[in-house]
Antibody
């Protein structure tokens, strides 16, 4: 069974940094592109970042480019999101998600999410 | 960026009804290389994470009941629930996975009439 378990969320002041982690199990982690998707309170879904199987390619929307960094450790079956220069609009539940094993980048599996609150 | 527009934003339904919801993209999601439409649908129940229902516009994810039907091509897509059940009350989102940045629609909320 595919499992994705996020951790690292919490309350952080504007301008500070936070690192999220996602522990994956139930599949061969190194074979799949992985991603982060967020959801602000009572709002819709927003894609945040995607990383290739080896970690050599990363993709971001303009809203987080230059502030957020996605990375992975295939030996530990773990995904990370380093978030710097946080803003109030980054307040959201952050989901770790797995892409399919075939061409296409929809989100086949999701974790339960971790809440990040950016506030002074 | 490709803009995804979902209508209606909310819909009140009764159990057993047939429901349709729309998703329109600002650019075609039909990839000429394989003639597939790069559009997915997700269901999110209150307090839960999203769940994949449909990918490539019409392919049902394993384990998804066959009352969920995805259709459409190009820029116009529809999610149909042939006979709504109580457990289908949720938010539904479409997502284009044709090109980065991946973008979602604002969602359609299914409520009880």
């Amino acid at each position: 069974e595919v499992q994705l378990v996020e951790s690292g969320g919490g309350l952080v002041q504007p301008g500070r940094s936070l690192k999220l982690s996602c522990a994956a199990s139930g599949f061969t982690f190194s074979n799949y592109y992985m991603a982060w998707v967020r959801q602000a309170p009572k709002k819709g879904l927003e894609w945040v970042a995607t990383i290739s199987t080896s970690g050599s390619r990363t993709y971001y929307p303009d809203s987080v480019k230059g502030r957020f960094t996605i990375s992975r450790d295939n030996a530990k079956s773990s995904l990370y999101l380093q978030m710097n220069s946080l803003k109030s609009e980054d307040t959201a539940t952050y989901y770790c998600a797995r892409h399919p094993g075939i061409k296409g980048h929809w989100f086949a599996y999701w974790g339960q999410g971790t809440l990040v609150t950016v506030s002074s | 960026d490709i803009v995804m527009t979902q209508t209606p934003s909310s819909q009140a339904v009764s159990a057993g009804e047939k429901v349709t919801m729309s998703c329109k993209s600002s650019q075609s999601l039909l990839y000429s290389g394989d003639q597939k439409n790069y559009l997915a649908w997700y269901q999110q129940k209150p307090g839960q994470s999203p769940k994949l229902l449909i990918y490539l516009a019409s392919t049902r994810e394993s384990g998804v009941p066959d009352r969920f039907i995805g259709s459409g091509s190009g820029t116009d897509f529809t999610l149909t629930i042939s006979s709504v059940q109580a457990e289908d009350l949720a938010d539904y989102y479409c997502q284009q996975h044709y090109s980065y940045p991946d973008t979602f629609g604002a969602g359609t909320k299914l409520e009880l009439k």
